[in-house]
């Protein structure tokens, strides 16, 4: 009835009665008064509001005043929580752009942890006493990995090839197969970021095919470069053709044409060696004879957000020099990230050991196995009689639009907690601290071990034990 409805409106206290409880004290000591007031009487107005929603059957006989409490606390809390806060991935999304990518080594963490801490020579020459340039610490690091002759750093891969593009091709074509025209994430377009740049697109070919001949035959005397895109998370398979890049760098040649490849990940490794499908290396595409090779920092490679752009002396100086370039320059910490993360490819075996991205890509089965049924034994014990968990098959991704069609086999953990249903758990898990991101798939929880860092599993079983504690 809506008595009901009416006595339980009744039974939410006022603001200043509220204010009072004890729980709240800390929180209200904390802030000014007149901020407290604010935020407390927001949220009573959810809770009422909350309460005429409901449907009568859906109504709690009486209202819960210790849970509102902690509530109310939790509402005063939050003004002092950071916005961007750890998770833990057990998504199963190794490369998960929307959990920020790629998770750093502990190199790369303690080497942004020491440049934050003071000062640097960032762009001081120690050697000379004077002003030096940030590029030059990566410089030969990249060159003696990749075999290029020069290398520059920008913000992220997207910054990259808008730099080339304006500095090579404003107002002049640029001639791209038209099955690469893709829009990666963000909505953002390989066409919209070429219109940006001052370039005119050119495209050649169909949706599926294009050969070189489809390439030659669009050069005219106002063509500037030949440009080849990575598809990202988009993949054309059965009756394709594309050309490859050596070809594409013969016909730059002929006609004096730059020829640049987005690789978009950027691969140091062979990862077929790990069981993964082969992606093209950086190494190959410079060994191509491209002029200018662009891939990110924070995909494959493991790093922090960057764009780096490997070629031509030439023609990289020209880029260095390009106003856009101090617009797009990377700070000291995401240097410090990036060549702490390069410096463990020094060594292939200690770079996927120690790059949480190669390493939960390279990590064999029979090591999600184990992970699996270690953690299931870990929750049976704990909690006995709680839970109801059960190992199971489960495809891990790349993620990050690396490798998009590759299915990864891995475990995952189907976790279940009577009397809530799968989305109820999945929300409850979301809202822990740290939060947890799970996987719903087919009516089950799912927990991917594959993406759970080694750290993070004893802030997760601290998850389900307060998890528990409010069911």
């Given at each position: 009835?809506?008595?009901?409805?009416?006595?339980l409106?009744?039974?939410?206290?006022?603001?200043?009665?509220?204010?009072?409880?004890?729980?709240?004290?800390?929180?209200?000591?904390?802030?000014?008064?007149?901020?407290?007031?604010?935020?407390?009487?927001?949220?009573?107005?959810?809770?009422?509001e909350?309460?005429?929603?409901?449907?009568?059957?859906?109504?709690?006989?009486?209202?819960?005043?210790?849970?509102?409490?902690?509530?109310?606390?939790?509402?005063?809390?939050?003004?002092?929580l950071?916005?961007?806060?750890r998770?833990?991935?057990?998504?199963?999304?190794?490369i998960?752009?929307?959990?920020?990518?790629?998770?750093?080594?502990?190199?790369?963490?303690?080497?942004?942890?020491?440049?934050?801490?003071?000062?640097?020579?960032?762009?001081?020459?120690?050697?000379?006493?004077?002003?030096?340039?940030?590029?030059?610490?990566?410089?030969?690091?990249?060159?003696?990995?990749?075999?290029?002759?020069a290398?520059?750093?920008?913000?992220?891969?997207?910054?990259?090839v808008?730099?080339?593009?304006?500095?090579?091709?404003?107002?002049?074509?640029?001639?791209?197969?038209?099955?690469?025209?893709?829009?990666?994430?963000?909505?953002?377009?390989?066409?919209?970021?070429?219109?940006?740049?001052?370039?005119?697109?050119?495209?050649?070919?169909?949706?599926?095919?294009?050969?070189?001949?489809?390439?030659?035959?669009?050069?005219?005397?106002?063509?500037?470069?030949?440009?080849?895109?990575?598809?990202?998370?988009?993949?054309?398979?059965g009756?394709?053709?594309?050309?490859?890049?050596?070809?594409?760098?013969?016909?730059?040649?002929?006609?004096?044409?730059?020829?640049?490849?987005?690789?978009?990940?950027?691969?140091?490794?062979?990862?077929?060696?790990?069981?993964?499908?082969?992606?093209?290396?950086?190494?190959?595409?410079?060994?191509s004879?491209?002029?200018?090779?662009?891939?990110?920092?924070?995909?494959?490679?493991?790093?922090?957000?960057?764009?780096?752009?490997?070629?031509?002396?030439?023609?990289?100086?020209?880029?260095?020099?390009?106003?856009?370039?101090?617009?797009?320059?990377?700070?000291?910490?995401?240097?410090?990230?990036?060549?702490?993360?390069?410096?463990?490819?020094?060594?292939?075996?200690?770079?996927?050991?120690?790059?949480?991205?190669?390493?939960?890509?390279?990590m064999?089965?029979?090591?999600a196995?184990?992970?699996?049924?270690?953690?299931?034994?870990?929750?049976?014990?704990?909690?006995?009689?709680?839970f109801?968990?059960?190992?199971?098959?489960?495809?891990?991704?790349?993620?990050?639009?690396?490798?998009?069609?590759?299915?990864?086999p891995?475990?995952?953990?189907?976790?279940?907690?009577?009397?809530?249903?799968?989305?109820?758990?999945?929300?409850?898990?979301?809202?822990?601290?740290?939060?947890?991101?799970?996987?719903?798939?087919?009516?089950?929880?799912?927990?991917d071990?594959?993406?759970?860092?080694?750290?993070?599993?004893?802030?997760?079983?601290?998850?389900?034990?307060?998890?528990?504690?409010?069911?």
């Amino acid at each position: 009835m809506e008595l009901d409805r009416a006595r339980l409106l009744r039974q939410i206290p006022a603001v200043d009665d509220l204010l009072r409880a004890p729980a709240l004290a800390p929180h209200v000591a904390s802030m000014s008064r007149p901020h407290a007031v604010e935020i407390i009487r927001r949220f009573l107005t959810a809770c009422r509001e909350q309460l005429l929603s409901l449907p009568l059957e859906a109504l709690p006989p009486q209202l819960d005043l210790v849970a509102l409490e902690s509530q109310a606390a939790q509402a005063l809390r939050r003004p002092h929580l950071p916005s961007i806060t750890r998770v833990i991935n057990a998504s199963g999304v190794v490369i998960h752009t929307n959990l920020g990518r790629s998770p750093l080594a502990a190199a790369a963490r303690n080497h942004i942890l020491a440049a934050a801490a003071g000062y640097t020579n960032l762009e001081y020459d120690l050697k000379e006493g004077k002003r030096g340039s940030r590029q030059v610490h990566l410089e030969k690091l990249v060159t003696e990995l990749t075999g290029a002759p020069a290398c520059l750093v920008v913000n992220n891969n997207a910054a990259g090839v808008f730099l080339a593009l304006n500095a090579l091709a404003v107002g002049r074509e640029v001639i791209i197969s038209r099955g690469q025209l893709v829009e990666i994430g963000g909505s953002f377009r390989m066409p919209d970021i070429m219109a940006a740049s001052g370039a005119i697109l050119r495209e050649v070919g169909t949706t599926n095919k294009t050969y070189l001949t489809d390439y030659e035959k669009a050069i005219t005397s106002q063509t500037a470069m030949l440009a080849k895109v990575h598809p990202s998370n988009f993949r054309l398979t059965g009756f394709t053709q594309e050309v490859a890049l050596p070809d594409l760098v013969a016909l730059g040649r002929r006609y004096g044409l730059f020829v640049m490849e987005d690789l978009g990940s950027g691969c140091l490794v062979d990862l077929s060696c790990y069981g993964l499908e082969r992606e093209p290396t950086v190494q190959e595409a410079v060994a191509s004879g491209a002029d200018l090779v662009l891939f990110s920092g924070d995909k494959l490679l493991g790093g922090p957000q960057a764009g780096l752009i490997l070629g031509n002396t030439g023609i990289v100086q020209r880029l260095k020099q390009h106003p856009l370039t101090r617009a797009l320059r990377p700070d000291k910490l995401t240097l410090a990230g990036l060549e702490a993360t390069l410096r463990l490819y020094l060594n292939e075996a200690e770079a996927v050991a120690g790059i949480p991205t190669l390493r939960m890509l390279a990590m064999p089965l029979a090591e999600a196995d184990r992970l699996a049924k270690s953690l299931a034994r870990t929750i049976k014990r704990r909690w006995p009689g709680r839970f109801q968990v059960a190992v199971q098959d489960h495809i891990s991704r790349s993620g990050g639009g690396a490798l998009p069609m590759v299915p990864i086999p891995s475990r995952a953990l189907a976790l279940e907690l009577p009397p809530l249903a799968p989305h109820q758990l999945e929300e409850r898990l979301r809202a822990g601290s740290p939060p947890v991101i799970a996987r719903l798939e087919h009516d089950r929880l799912l927990l991917d071990v594959r993406t759970i860092l080694p750290e993070d599993y004893p802030a997760l079983l601290s998850v389900l034990d307060s998890l528990l504690m409010q069911t």
